[in-house]
């Protein structure tokens, strides 16, 4: 199961700075959607009003065609986050942790039990699932992070720049992963890595200065060029590079 | 919702003893109040002796050698009860001043507030947690009045009705603190306010002078420490109970509303 | 400008603990109220410079959610305050006391009830709150303010009384004043006795007045020795009552208005013409309490108390299991803890209110004047008790033996008569009353405050003079412990408490924290 999302004129102001500016964008159910863009483009702005975190100061964004602004505990049912630099509670276990995320989630029992076994075959934390967080390797802890937020199955994946940091080896495992869940999630990849985003996304969103600088599927990218093209000839000649 | 408050509370309690800072300030609040307790102990020993030296040099029956009013009650278990009402003012906002602060500074809120969980259910959760621990301490504490207690022929009741003020009092500085804590992800800048507003509201009386009767009388009414002496005297009243409830309604209602606002900004 | 708040708020708190720290040797010093003052303006500064940075809250949404929660912060603060003072006149309490040292007693709200009947001024408590004791009396007093309509307190400060109560505060360091308009009477230790007492003076539109016989050796109400009887016109005077002489000899009848007589312990016989006068007065329903100590004779014992149905043998009143704690010989300090119950006198004494009565001699019942009348025993000794006729030898300390055959009755030391001479026993006013106490060195200043005798004699004057209402407050029975710990136990409460208990805590933590880190 799988959700669609509709953003409708999304804006996010501070005082004077605008952060997002009449954001508009559909993502189909199941698709995997990239979106990419350089610092400040209101990426992690536009995906915490998503999620809820932040309130739009206009517009709105439906998931499913629920509102965020108003119904946004039934937004937040359908979907599951894994935000930037993963948040997590370092003095919990792997499996206190996911016991606590699913309980959160309004899981228990023999339910609970199941969604963890599921969660951490997919990421494969077997290994992990004693240890405390604080002590994983960024990779782990990325994949903690994912782990948490498939547990209830959600039609919605959110995951925010999932590879920061990561050895080659581990960013060639997590994009086969989160690769794995097309169909299965909607997927809302926010990402700098723009080869991440041309080969795991169905389509990508290029964000500038809180504006849709560009919207391509991945034909369309692969017909231009490629992503980096894209890039530079949207942003490039603001942010000092070369077109 | 019953199960994600559990499941909340249990983080929370994790987190609350995973920190040394839980058992440091049940220690020192332990200490400090053993100690003073002790002191108020001796004091009295002295007093009596004195007493009743003088007493005994006078003949015949006398009525009264110590005056009533020099009792264990008076002497000891009231002076200690307001002892150990100050040091709450002391520990707690050590406790409180990471509840909120370090889960926004961490940037966990973040994950707890997209998870589906209402921000009331989040701040109930955490204030539950925090007034379990006040009462962890008054336990830890509550055998120094119960020693009083049990020589002194007080009465269990009175004893309760101690720990039921302590625990109120405690609680209603918790809830300050914790309301600063929301508001802030700076622990420092929670601790300097968890200690200054309890501080200022304790007693009003540095400005009793500079203001008019009506307004004086207002403040005692807004002071902690008024609404704290009758139980430490065994007496239960309600304007006193309602009082501290208002106060820890209030600081869980801020914390709700700093959610919501930081989610508004 | 981020720094101004932080240290307006730094500079306010040490401000107020520089007050908290130094109040006792002066007020607010100029270095605390600089402070404070310096803090507050620098907080206002740093808040309104905040505010204009601000950059939150753009959009219609966000200041919807704005308004709401401003709304429900304000509407729970205003729902807070009328809830407080809600409770503040509901004044409902749990008092989880022993004895409930902060409810009034049956007879307090009896006489708040006399009070609010009677209507006009409240009677004002002036309750000094920076007094040594007010801490420990604050509830007593607000007791009477939350149940006593016709009661107030007025909280004021040793530093301004009040003017009406200036007089007695000046010359009586006390806690609470009791005063109706302009009249203030000081209270005393501010027990619940003194402060009803007090309140109680209020409620009387005249004086009862008592009138002592004098001229024949009876107690000297104006000596103030360990053996005199000062203590019971003081105590007279704060009830409410007005003791008087009454010369008997002189006068061809007791003084119109006597509400009661008092025959306290003649040592010399009373005039027939003296005798005929009481009988007079009590067939008019005269109101007569009568001490008579062992070893004193006197027509009035042999005589008059006969006449009407009381037999004081010359004797005294003997038990080995006397109090030890008089000078006197120990079996004739007797301690008196049996009573009859349903006594007007004595019902509201028990086994654990006990009566200190040192020569004590039997008062037993003889034949009824009237057969309507009723003559009861209030007192009595303890089953171990007996009589001794040789008084002397008692008084002297020679060691006197109990009978081998001892009387299976109880020995009587109180009793009362009840005679009805008007409309039967309904109408008190033609209603004689007598109560014969076979002593009078309880009343003494020396033993008036022993343990329940200030009670006794207090029952029977209220009892004689109608006010049986207002039979005596007893401070709550509950002695608070004063018995000193030894050295040992004070040190060994002091490591366990002190020292072990933060310490296995603080291990506790410390091994919480190295499971954490591996």
Not at chain 3, 470 to 476: L, N
Request: hydrophobic share 50%; with cysteine.
């Amino acid at each position: 199961m799988s959700a669609k999302i509709e953003a409708q004129r999304v804006s996010k102001r501070f005082g004077s700075i605008v952060a997002l500016d009449a954001l508009s964008l559909e993502v189909a159910a199941g698709e995997v959607f990239g979106i990419i863009g350089p610092n400040g483009a209101g990426k992690t702005t536009f995906l915490r009003i998503l999620t809820g975190y932040w309130l739009a100061s206009d517009g709105d964004v439906r998931v499913d065609g629920l509102s965020v602004t108003h119904q946004r505990f039934a937004v937040q049912a359908r979907l599951g986050y894994a935000c930037e630099q993963p948040k997590l509670y370092s003095d919990h276990r792997v499996d206190a942790f996911l016991r606590l995320m699913g309980a959160l989630r309004g899981l228990s029992g023999a339910r609970l039990r199941g969604a963890i076994e599921v969660a951490v075959d997919r990421m494969g934390l077997e290994p992990v699932m004693r240890r405390r967080i604080g002590v994983l390797s960024k990779g782990f802890r990325q994949r903690v992070a994912l782990a948490q937020a498939i547990l209830h199955e959600p039609p919605l994946l959110v995951v925010d720049e999932p590879t920061v940091g990561l050895d080659p080896a581990q960013q060639i495992e997590l994009r086969r992963i989160i690769a794995g869940f097309r169909g299965q999630h909607t997927v809302i990849l926010c990402t700098h890595q723009l080869h991440e985003a041309e080969v795991v996304c169905d389509r990508v969103a290029l964000l500038d200065r809180g504006q849709l600088a560009a919207l391509a599927t991945a034909d369309e990218i692969r017909a231009g060029g490629s992503l980096e093209a894209l890039f530079l000839a949207k942003v490039g000649t603001h942010s000092g590079l070369a077109s | 919702m019953i199960r994600r408050l559990a499941a909340l509370s249990r983080k929370e309690l994790r987190q609350l003893f995973a920190s040394p800072i839980a058992y440091v300030v049940l220690t020192v609040y332990v200490a400090l109040t053993g100690i003073y307790f002790f002191q108020h102990l001796v004091s009295y020993n002295q007093l009596l002796f004195v007493y009743q030296s003088e007493g005994m040099t006078g003949g015949g029956f006398d009525q009264g050698t110590v005056p009533s009013r020099i009792n264990v009650l008076n002497e000891v278990f009231v002076p200690s009860a307001e002892d150990f009402g100050l040091f709450l003012l002391v520990v707690l906002p050590l406790v409180t001043m990471r509840v909120f602060a370090e889960e926004r500074a961490n940037g966990t809120d973040e994950l707890l507030l997209t998870s589906g969980l209402r921000p009331y259910e989040v701040a109930l959760a955490k204030h539950g947690v925090t007034y379990a621990f006040v009462l962890l301490l008054l336990l830890g504490s509550a055998i120094y009045p119960a020693v009083v207690v049990l020589r002194a022929g007080l009465g269990m009741e009175h004893l309760v009705a101690l720990v039921i003020g302590q625990l109120f009092y405690g609680c209603a500085i918790a809830s300050l603190g914790l309301a600063c804590s929301a508001f802030t992800s700076s622990q420092i800048v929670a601790a300097v306010l968890g200690y200054a507003i309890p501080f200022v509201l304790l007693d009003f009386a540095w400005l009793s002078n500079t203001v008019s009767e009506g307004v004086a009388a207002v403040l005692r009414e807004v002071a902690l420490l008024s609404h704290y002496g009758s139980f430490a005297r065994g007496v239960i009243e309600l304007r006193n109970v309602v009082y501290f409830a208002g106060v820890v309604a209030l600081g869980w209602l801020a914390s709700v509303a700093s959610l919501e606002l930081n989610r508004a900004r | 400008m981020a720094f101004l708040p932080a240290a307006g708020v730094v500079m306010i708190l040490v401000g107020v603990a520089s007050y908290y720290a130094t109040r006792s040797l002066h007020g607010m010093s100029a270095f605390s109220a600089a402070n404070v003052a310096i803090g507050l303006v620098l907080l206002v500064i740093g808040a309104v410079a905040q505010a204009r940075r601000f950059r939150g809250f753009s959009g219609a949404e966000s200041r919807r959610v704005v308004l709401r929660w401003t709304a429900i912060l304000v509407g729970a603060l205003v729902l807070v305050v009328g809830l407080d003072v809600w409770a503040r006149v509901m004044t409902a309490r749990i008092d989880l006391t022993v004895d409930r040292m902060y409810t009034l007693s049956d007879e307090s709200l009896l006489l708040c009830k006399e009070l609010e009947k009677k209507g006009g001024p409240p009677v004002e408590l002036v309750f000094f709150e920076d007094a040594l004791l007010a801490k420990d009396v604050r509830l007593l007093v607000d007791a009477y303010d939350d149940t006593c309509p016709g009661v107030k307190v007025r909280d004021a400060s040793r530093r301004e009384p009040p003017q009406a109560a200036r007089d007695i505060y000046t010359t009586t360091a006390t806690t609470v004043i009791a005063c109706r308009g302009e009249v203030c009477d000081p209270v005393g230790y501010p027990s619940e006795r003194n402060i009803t007492t007090a309140v109680a003076r209020f409620t009387r539109e005249h004086a009862i007045r008592v009138y002592f016989t004098i001229g024949h050796g009876e107690i000297d109400l104006a000596s103030e020795s360990e053996t005199g009887f000062s203590g019971i016109a003081s105590l007279l005077r704060d009830q409410g009552f007005d003791p008087q002489a009454f010369v008997g000899p002189a006068a061809s009848e007791v003084p119109a208005d006597a509400d009661l007589v008092v025959v306290a312990a003649p040592e010399r016989d009373l005039m027939p013409e003296e005798l005929a006068v009481l009988d007079a007065y009590l067939t008019r329903g005269g109101r007569l309490l009568v001490l008579a100590d062992a070893g004193q004779r006197s027509s009035f014992y042999s005589e008059f108390l006969p006449r009407w149905g009381f037999t004081l043998d010359d004797a005294v009143v003997l038990d080995r299991a006397s109090s030890p704690l008089l000078q006197d010989p120990k079996p004739v300090n007797l301690i008196v803890h049996t009573f009859a119950p349903l006594n007007p006198v004595t019902r509201n004494l028990s086994a654990r209110t006990m009566l200190l009565l040192p020569r004590a001699r039997p008062v037993e019942l003889a034949r009824k004047p009237a057969p309507d009348d009723k003559l009861e025993r209030a007192a009595f000794a303890s089953q171990r008790a007996w009589v001794s006729r040789d008084v002397a030898a008692a008084l002297a300390g020679k060691d006197v033996e109990p009978p081998d055959a001892k009387d299976s009755q109880q020995i009587s030391i109180v009793a009362t008569g009840l005679y009805p001479r008007g409309n039967g026993e309904e109408d008190t006013s033609h209603q004689a009353r007598i109560v014969v106490i076979g002593n009078r060195d309880f009343a003494s200043n020396r033993l008036l405050e022993a343990l329940y005798n200030r009670d006794l004699f207090l029952n029977a004057v209220r009892w004689l003079a109608n006010d049986e209402q207002r039979i005596a407050i007893t401070d709550k029975a509950w002695t608070p412990v004063q018995d000193p710990l030894t050295l040992q136990t004070t040190v060994a409460y002091f490591y366990f408490l002190a020292f072990a208990l933060p310490e296995a805590l603080l291990l506790l933590g410390i091994f919480a924290w190295w499971r954490q880190q591996t």
